[in-house]
């Protein structure tokens, strides 16, 4: 079955505690996105790759960090995490060529720093 | 940069009355993506628009891109209770970057 993976689904941690949100796909795609979702704000993007070891910034990439080592996965790393990056986070990927650029996104992940 | 503005915010309508939300870009697009996600659920892709002035149906769905491919319009006739949900527009620039609007949040009376 195509899908996005991610993990964990919900996160309660405290403030500069490091932690990683893991973001896995099995669909080959080259194109694979962060977003955070926050109440009237829609979706953000954080960060973005194009392919395995391109990565660039989205539009809200401040206290984050990305890598893309393999294609299929696409972690997110807070270093220091802080309170107001309490939201809900999600991860999707899609194809890159000619077509349909679809996203498929992940379940998401429920993020709260104390 | 670009910026898609969506509205309107919120929208609660009577079952069978319809409903529509906008969508415009500060900037011409290649293409744009409309996206639906339930309460507690994640945006799931309902359709890509790409021609100027192209419409496109599914079911009670119907879907509008500009003649100057900077706005776009989702319309649905007769809600039902299972169209509950937020509706995101997305509009790519060549190159991949898609830039979601705040989205349309509907709710449905019975």
């Known amino acids: 079955e195509a899908q996005v993976t991610q993990n964990p689904r919900y996160l309660i941690t405290v403030t500069g505690k490091k932690l990683t949100v893991t973001c896995s796909q099995n669909m080959n795609h080259e194109y694979m996105s962060w977003y955070r979702q926050d109440p009237g704000l829609g979706l953000r993007q954080i960060y973005y790759s194009m392919n395995v070891e391109v990565t660039d910034k989205g539009d809200v990439p401040e206290g984050y960090k990305v890598s893309r080592k393999e294609k299929r996965n696409f972690p997110l790393i807070l270093e220091s995490p802080s309170p107001n990056q309490t939201s809900l986070y999600f991860c999707?990927?899609?194809?890159?060529?000619?077509?349909?650029?679809?996203?498929?996104f992940g379940p998401g992940t429920r993020l709260t720093v104390t | 940069g670009q910026q898609v503005m969506q509205i309107p915010q919120y929208q609660h309508v009577q079952e069978g009355e319809d409903f529509t939300t906008y969508c415009n870009s500060s900037t011409t697009l290649s293409n744009i993506q409309w996206y639906k996600q339930r309460p507690g659920g994640h945006p799931v892709f309902l359709i890509q628009?790409?021609?100027?002035?192209e419409v496109k149906k599914q079911k009670r769905l119907t879907f509008q891109f500009g003649e100057a491919k900077k706005n776009s319009s989702l319309h649905i006739t007769a809600t039902q209770t299972t169209d509950v949900g937020t509706y995101f527009c997305a509009g790519q620039e060549y190159g991949n970057k898609l830039v979601f609007g705040a989205g349309t949040i509907l709710r449905v009376k019975s």
């Open positions: 628009l790409v021609k100027s002035g």
């Open positions: 999707a990927s899609s194809y890159r060529g000619t077509g349909t650029h679809e996203q498929y």
